[in-house]
């Protein structure tokens, strides 16, 4: 009875204390939708991502590509990026307001920056570039046509990308604080509360969960029990929540949160004005250790003694509370969405000390955030900058002699990969076997765990190897002598590729990395793409006029091994003209030969 009693008076209570969110105040209506089609998400800025935060919208396309894009308002292209991943082909245009908008995973530019860019590629001999130009290079009206939709880059169905950034800072604004024609309707769900024992690491614990139902005007409460009795003394908390558009529709991110204890506000925070070097903080606002496990996605309330990101707002302390007597103690939670559509979960806490349990004696010893952390053993280092760290990190080494094929070390495993680092560890580790002078430059170090590895070119210092690496795991030096190999395209030794609109070139390597690519036809450097890291291709355009021409390709690996093949191929008068050029695709031909091939390795 005298929880109901006191369930009640926190609903009225918390009822009391609720303010409205205040939005910058960000101009309405100044950009327009940057497609031709009603705009709809499928990503809000706020969203979980692997390592960041989605800093902008994802607008649907009808799962097409090469629709219309144009400028969001007034301005001038100030920069171009082509790359593998990220957004592939990308415009930023700046403005007169001080805002700058990013449109990703493109395909052409419109034709007068598309001849520039091909002009600057071949000038520089790379398909890969980046580009910065004067207010006067490109100036754009609001309107207009700058490019086509794609999915190029790290995409993995055909959108728009689109970002609103402070030009100054760099910092992305949240796009749908602009007045844009969107409509949502949907509070955001709050779907489960977790607890944790912050006596500890959030890495050393698996948090304690709570299912939630939902009540009248999008109130949550604990779905069982009533009341919260724990033996722990210092707590914190972390949220699994989403929001909607519509309630058919996906499910985005949150806007922000805010905790409340004992009806004072603790903490909150706010996914807005978010730079791209601050977005890796993302791993210390989720629960990562839970998520690389498999598990959802939980945003704590807290802040992470090694978080230095910008989205937390303290206001009275770090959103760690102390049960320091074995009363009922009231939590109300806020989550909105961008739209200000308020969600609210109340419930109560109370510490019973018959359920208090004792730290545990042996506990590991322990990195700690914000300060230089070095592990050192006989053929092993490995050392973490000051601000590598978000919690305690439970120091865990192990080392394995059984040797590898080319292993030239140890196998040494440090912590794992469920743990994040915000800044690269420097490991460093002790050759077992002599390395003759000629091979000393082709030594790599390979990080694995049960998800993947990374490898990186190792550089000596004294007699050690060294290398940067982005996440614990299990680390090995090995010899690698073996050159990338370069797939045959056909065995015939006559080829007439007039009905073909392109060339695919395939290569791997033993490590995985192929560092360096070139194609040249008759001694001219050619413009292989490379979207997503597949194969290179090369779109037939005006640099193969009709006639017999001469192919090389060469790949190179991180330590420099090189493998060169040669081809002759012709295309002969009555070739088709190829419709219209997308440099980024990667369509493998219907009909591939090659003549009077060769090859070779160093």
């Known amino acids: 009875m005298l929880r109901n009693c006191l369930v009640t008076t926190l609903l009225v209570v918390t009822h009391s204390i609720l303010s409205a969110q205040s939005n910058p105040d960000y101009p309405k209506y100044y950009f327009r939708n940057p497609l031709g089609i009603p705009m709809e998400l499928t990503a809000n800025m706020g969203e979980l991502r692997p390592d960041h935060w989605h800093l902008g919208l994802d607008l649907r396309t009808q799962k097409k590509v090469n629709l219309p894009v144009y400028a969001a308002a007034a301005g001038y292209i100030a920069r171009i990026c082509i790359e593998p991943f990220g957004y592939g082909r990308s415009i930023y245009i700046n403005h007169p307001n001080g805002m700058t908008t990013v449109y990703g995973h493109l395909n052409d530019f419109f034709p007068a920056l598309e001849k520039y860019v091909t002009e600057q590629q071949y000038k520089k001999q790379s398909w890969e570039i980046e580009l910065n130009f004067s207010k006067n290079q490109f100036p754009v009206f609001k309107s207009q046509l700058i490019a086509y939709s794609g999915n190029t880059g790290n995409s993995q169905g055909p959108h728009l990308h689109f970002e609103i950034r402070d030009t100054k800072t760099s910092k992305c604004l949240n796009p749908l604080l602009f007045g844009f024609p969107i409509k949502d309707d949907v509070s955001p769900e709050i779907i489960r509360l977790a607890l944790y024992d912050r006596r500890i690491s959030v890495y050393d614990q698996y948090p304690e969960l709570f299912a939630l139902k939902k009540r009248a005007n999008s109130g949550y409460v604990l779905a069982s029990p009533s009341v919260i009795q724990t033996g722990l003394k210092k707590i914190s908390f972390a949220i699994q929540a989403i929001d909607r558009m519509k309630r058919s529709g996906g499910a985005d991110g949150i806007y922000s949160a805010k905790i409340f204890f004992d009806n004072k506000q603790a903490i909150g925070f706010v996914l807005d004005s978010i730079s791209y070097d601050e977005s890796a903080y993302v791993n210390a606002q989720i629960d990562y250790k839970y998520r690389y496990k498999g598990g959802v996605y939980l945003q704590h309330l807290s802040l992470m003694p090694g978080d230095h990101g910008v989205v937390y707002k303290k206001m009275n302390g770090n959103g760690v509370f102390n049960l320091t007597d074995t009363g009922f103690h009231l939590v109300h939670i806020e989550v909105r969405d961008a739209f200000n559509h308020l969600s609210q979960l109340n419930f109560m806490i109370q510490h019973v000390d018959s359920l208090e349990k004792q730290m545990p004696t042996d506990t590991l010893e322990e990195f700690a955030p914000n300060q230089l952390n070095v592990f050192q053993k006989n053929d092993f280092e490995i050392s973490l900058p000051e601000y590598s760290l978000y919690d305690p990190v439970p120091v865990f080494y192990y080392r394995n002699n059984t040797s590898s094929p080319n292993a030239i070390s140890a196998a040494h495993q440090f912590s794992d990969a469920s743990i994040p680092l915000h800044e690269t560890a420097l490991v460093r580790i002790k050759p077992d076997k002599e390395i003759p002078g000629s091979l000393k430059s082709k030594i790599v170090i390979r990080r694995n765990d049960n998800r993947g590895s990374s490898v990186r070119k190792a550089e000596w210092e004294d007699n050690w190897l060294a290398a940067k690496f982005g996440q614990f795991g299990n680390f090995q030096a090995f010899m690698d002598t073996i050159p990338p190999t370069i797939k045959d395209i056909g065995t015939a030794d006559t080829i007439d590729l007039s009905s073909s609109k392109n060339i695919v070139v395939e290569t791997k390597d033993n490590f995985g990395a192929v560092k360096n690519f070139r194609g040249e036809i008759d001694g001219r450097w050619i413009r292989f793409t490379n979207d997503k890291n597949g194969p290179f291709v090369y779109d037939f355009d005006e640099q193969v006029p009709n006639g017999v021409h001469l192919l090389k390709v060469t790949a190179e690996d991180l330590v420099g091994n090189t ?40």
């Open 563 to 602: 493998t060169v093949k040669t081809w002759w191929f012709k295309r002969n008068p009555l070739t088709t003209p190829p419709g219209k050029k997308i440099f980024h695709k990667n369509k493998i031909p219907s009909k591939q030969l090659v003549i009077r091939k060769t090859s070779k390795t160093k």
